[in-house]
């Protein structure tokens, strides 16, 4: 079984972001950037599929020169081998642009799945998964929360308010994780020294598509700082706290 | 805040201190850390994740099961996992300890038995030494052990074991011959020997997660191949294992004092009386300077030491003046940061108190603040 995880590098969840002056998108130079978490389950339960049913699986990212580090850790985490798509053509690229990058370097490979994180913490949209599928023609197992393969047969349990659906389609398919799904591992020190000499290939973005800020759909006209956190209130309980508390929320309109 | 960058020799070093620091800060968070040592428990869920990732045998050879890395990587790991969690820092480093003597002094059928389970990442080990009533001197141990037709017995009781009664294995220095250093043996037993007992673990001011404890001996028969060493070569592991593991002991203080220092620097930026922030009152500014350059003093002190162990050169006296600096260092810096957050420095709801009893054991393991001088005295005027 072939499987291909998607990994994208995001700031660090925890760090301030910003957006630059020049070109109004995220400025991903000035921060940490990290493994996108979600990606993480979805590298998780790409190994453990490959290990209940024998394969290789090969972690893509789309992203500056430092988004390597995110494919490595993949690789350390067990990937077999990495596939960074680094081209100055993609910078500001938005999520349809994205997808069809993917897409194209994705086709025709011979993967039996594609597996995603169901969305980004940058981002957070969750169309990517979708959207490549669609470009792909390959139906679409999205928000899983639980994937179980048989032969060709691939069935996910479909995270949904009310509980979950159960969702059946035949390999190859597109699969989005939740992070219900499964516990990722830490690399160990041992994947750590694999992973240098694990095939990871730089790749240009494919020709054809129009990519990059100036294809983007969607254009950012002006932004501003968020305000800073106004001092709370305190309230002293003399007895009647419970009260003031209640008092507060309905004033401002939450109860 | 440090005020040098790491020196890590290599990128997978880097990647594995960036390990280090997420698994620190998401199984050793203050919540966890809080619980386990309100309840004196010990952490054993994080030893298993420590040992499943490789981080419990860094420092030994890659041929032998463990991690290959060089002591100025290991000690960077330790000071990372200190500042999170000393019971959890300071029992790596006692780990390690507990296999010097099976990776330096074991037979290979010796080592084929035990070095997969030692450095397989599951077990955590115990080094005994001191008894109760033999400390710094510890050449005057009188637990012993009596030869016998298919090995050894051993009767007395080793003292301020840390991980007795939940290690897997310990490392015990007997009296198999006359008095002094030359009468004293290495043996190896696993836990679950008849007749080896933990006492209940001491009440300790800090540190309560990691267990320490009284290891009772009531006629304990080891076999002839627990012996680890010649006859008589005790000693001389226990004293060559306590350089290297002062080491890991240094990175431990490093590791607490930085931490000491990061709360301390957080809070007197934001904290403000008499109309601004502490920090720009000199008198606390300076602190901090002081704090952090002291910080940076011992990191190269230690890391030096370090360096030299790698190159194969001595580094005992290195590793003593590393040890004695480090946890001054650490008890100082950490005094500091409770006077620098004031009152609630003093409570719970902060860890510079914690820091502050956790350094205070760093100048009394594997050696107390004196007998590191004594160390360096001897190595300076002989
Ligand atoms: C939490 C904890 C964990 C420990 N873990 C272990 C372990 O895993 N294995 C193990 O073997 N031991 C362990 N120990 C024991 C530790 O190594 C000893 O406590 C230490 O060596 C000091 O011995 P002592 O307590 O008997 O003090 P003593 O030797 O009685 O010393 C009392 C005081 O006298 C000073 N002193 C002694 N001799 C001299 C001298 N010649 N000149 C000047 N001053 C001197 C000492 O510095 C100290 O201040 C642990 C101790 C603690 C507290």
Redesign the pocket.
């Given at each position: 079984m072939k499987i291909a995880v998607c990994v994208k590098q995001v700031p660090d969840t925890w760090a301030e972001k910003k957006l630059s002056d020049s070109d109004k998108t995220l400025d991903r130079e000035s921060v940490d950037g990290v493994m996108n978490e979600l990606d993480e389950y979805a590298v998780e339960e790409a190994l453990l599929i490959k290990e209940a049913n024998d394969g290789e699986v090969v972690a893509v990212s789309m992203g500056p020169d430092k988004a390597e580090e995110t494919v490595r850790k993949a690789l350390q985490m067990g990937a077999d081998s990495g596939i960074h798509i680094v081209d100055d053509s993609l910078a500001g690229s938005d999520s349809v642009a994205t997808a069809k990058t993917l897409a194209a370097t994705l086709k025709d490979q011979g993967y039996d799945l594609i597996i995603f994180g169901s969305e980004s913490t940058d981002a957070r949209m969750s169309v990517v998964p979708a959207m490549v599928a669609e470009l792909l023609d390959l139906p679409q197992l999205t928000f899983a929360s639980k994937v179980s393969v048989d032969g060709d047969a691939v069935t996910i349990q479909r995270q949904a308010d009310y509980g979950y659906d159960e969702v059946q389609a035949s390999t190859p398919a597109v699969i989005s994780v939740v992070e219900k799904i499964n516990e990722p591992r830490y690399p160990s020190f041992k994947g750590i020294m694999a992973a240098k000499k694990k095939p990871l290939e730089s790749v240009a973005a494919p020709s054809g598509e129009p990519v990059g800020l100036a294809s983007a759909r969607t254009e950012i006209l002006e932004f501003a700082e968020r305000p800073p956190k106004a001092a709370g209130v305190k309230i002293e309980d003399d007895g009647t706290g419970g009260v003031k508390v209640a008092d507060f929320l309905a004033e401002q309109k939450l109860i | 805040m440090r005020l040098l960058e790491r020196p890590l020799p290599t990128p997978e070093a880097r990647d594995l201190l960036d390990l280090t620091r997420q698994i620190a800060a998401e199984r050793c968070d203050t919540q966890t850390v809080n619980r386990f040592e309100g309840e004196a428990r010990f952490p054993r869920e994080v030893f298993d994740v420590l040992g499943e990732t490789g981080l419990l045998s860094l420092p030994y050879p890659e041929e032998l099961g463990g991690g290959g890395q060089p002591f100025e990587v290991y000690l960077q790991v330790i000071e990372e996992l200190a500042g999170a969690w000393l019971a959890v820092g300071l029992g790596v480093s006692?780990h390690v300890l507990s296999c010097f003597p099976m990776v330096n002094y074991g037979t290979p059928e010796q080592q084929a038995e035990w070095l997969p389970r030692m450095l397989g990442g599951r077990t955590v080990g115990?080094?005994?030494?001191?008894e109760p009533d033999?400390?710094?001197?510890?050449a005057a141990l009188r637990t012993t052990a009596a030869s016998t037709e298919t090995g050894f017995v051993v009767n007395g009781a080793?003292?301020?074991?840390?991980?007795g009664g939940v290690a897997d294995y310990y490392n015990l220095m007997v009296r198999t011959g006359g008095p002094g250093a030359r009468g004293i043996s290495c043996l190896l037993a696993p836990a679950g020997t008849d007749g080896l007992q933990a006492a209940r673990p001491?009440q300790?001011m800090g540190?309560a997660a990691?267990p320490?404890a009284t290891i009772n001996l009531d006629e304990v028969e080891l076999p002839a191949s627990a012996l680890l060493g010649e006859p008589g070569e005790g000693f001389r592991i226990a004293m060559a294992a306590l350089d290297s593991g002062r080491l890991g002991i240094a990175a431990c203080a490093v590791g607490v004092a930085q931490a000491a220092l990061d709360v301390a620097a957080d809070y007197a930026s934001t904290r403000q009386q008499f109309g601004r922030s502490i920090s720009e009152f000199q008198g606390i500014g300076f602190l901090l300077a002081d704090m952090g350059a002291s910080i940076e003093a011992a990191r190269s002190l230690l890391l030096d030491a370090a360096r030299a162990k790698d190159a194969g050169r001595d580094f005992g006296a290195a590793a003593a003046a590393a040890k004695l600096t480090a946890t001054q260092t650490a008890m100082s810096v950490t005094t500091e940061a409770v006077q620098i957050l004031g009152g609630v420095g003093y409570t719970k709801e902060f860890p510079v108190e914690r820091y502050m009893r956790e350094a205070k054991?760093l100048q009394?393991?594997?050696?107390?603040?004196?007998?590191q001088r004594?160390v360096l005295a001897r190595a300076l005027t002989s």
């Open positions: - | 006692v115990a080094y005994c030494l001191s033999s400390g710094s001197d510890a080793k003292g301020w074991v840390t991980h001491e300790k540190m990691s320490t054991v009394i393991v594997e050696g107390t603040t004196q007998v004594l």
